[in-house]
């Protein structure tokens, strides 16, 4: 009879912790999820690299959270989907935080991607005789769009060579794909994109590179110091009203960045989806290298490299001091801290 006694205690304890394992599988099955809309544009760029591992990582489902993408053909277009109410995060440039400050919106941005615009300035080959970019006067450019990051940094390297944007002319053909077709019709003479786009066009002889900063060393010359790049950035009383998501978005935004530091090529191709190696992945992987060092390390801000930034932007648009904002009101640092701490390890 012992031995029965302890055979029935033994299938009563294995029982209950059967019966436990079912109800925490059960509760961690129908846990609340988060779910979260991220406008953006060129989402299979290079520029987005840490949202896409982050994704393909599964670093946002471990966080409780589902993303709803909204892809766009440039930052301006996607910003609009967020300021009427389409979308409830943009992942963009820094840059638009001054321009919807200066029209008294509050916004912020709460996690950074990037440490430089990662964006070149190409001409056509077919311009033969286009060697700098003084040459381009009278030049069609081709960017994703006005006021949009693309736009913005082209305007930086004329003023950098002594011409105005006023002294080019502007065409909006996105960032997908058909950005080749537009060089190679000749409706543009000159584009200003992200890689590996550009990195593409440079590769395959199409484009001779004029100005980039996609290196810090380089984008210290054009902007004449450290700027912030991509980031994901919110209405303010989002951020208020829905820490969880904002906090999920940066742990695996940070956990990203994190991988990055110690990825190596054949890790990059087994995590990137191919359609994001616009079919050469030596090409991909060539651009990936150019890059590397321009995607930020921890997800924080610094207020040094956001004030430059601003000084660049408003000698660009003409914003005197009077219209300068409150630097500290453009971002917070609440969650990536957090993030960075918990993955310290």
């Known amino acids: 009879m012992p031995g029965f006694k302890c055979d029935r205690r033994s299938f009563l304890l294995v029982a209950l912790g059967s019966q436990a394992a079912c109800a925490s599988f059960a509760a961690e099955s129908f846990r609340p999820t988060l779910r979260v809309s991220i406008a953006l544009a060129a989402r299979q760029s290079l520029y987005h690299l840490p949202l896409t591992l982050a994704d393909q990582l599964g670093y946002f489902r471990q966080a409780g959270l589902t993303v709803d993408w909204l892809t766009h053909e440039a930052g301006a277009k996607a910003l609009g989907s967020v300021i009427s109410g389409h979308a409830d995060v943009v992942a963009g440039a820094f840059e638009h935080l001054f321009g919807l400050q200066q029209k008294g919106l509050s916004y912020q941005a709460f996690v950074q991607v990037g440490r430089t615009p990662q964006i070149a300035l190409g001409v056509s080959t077919r311009k033969g005789s286009m060697r700098s970019v003084m040459e381009l006067k009278g030049a069609h ?150 890059l590397r060092e321009s995607y930020a390390a921890d997800g924080l801000f610094d207020v040094d490299p956001v004030l430059n930034a601003w000084r660049a932007h408003a000698r660009l648009m003409g914003y005197g001091a009077m219209n300068r904002p409150t630097l500290e009101r453009l971002y917070t640092n609440a969650f990536a801290s957090k993030s960075k701490t918990k993955f310290a390890a």
């Open 141 to 290: 450019i081709g960017v994703s769009s006005l006021d949009s990051a693309t736009h913005w940094m082209a305007c930086q390297w004329l003023l950098h060579h002594g011409l105005l944007p006023e002294d080019v002319s502007f065409v909006e053909v996105g960032t997908s794909t058909g950005v080749v077709e537009a060089m190679r019709n000749g409706t543009i003479d000159a584009l200003c994109n992200p890689d590996p786009i550009m990195h593409w066009l440079e590769q395959k002889n199409e484009v001779r590179i004029l100005g980039e900063a996609r290196s810090l060393n380089a984008t210290r010359k054009v902007m004449t110091g450290d700027v912030p790049g991509a980031c994901l950035l919110a209405r303010s009383e989002f951020l208020q009203r829905h820490p969880e998501v904002a906090q999920a978005l940066s742990d695996g935004v940070v956990r990203a960045l994190k991988w990055l530091q110690t990825a190596g090529p054949a890790d990059i191709l087994r995590t990137v989806p191919p359609a994001h190696w616009l079919g050469d992945r030596v090409i991909y992987l060539g651009a990936f290298e150019k």
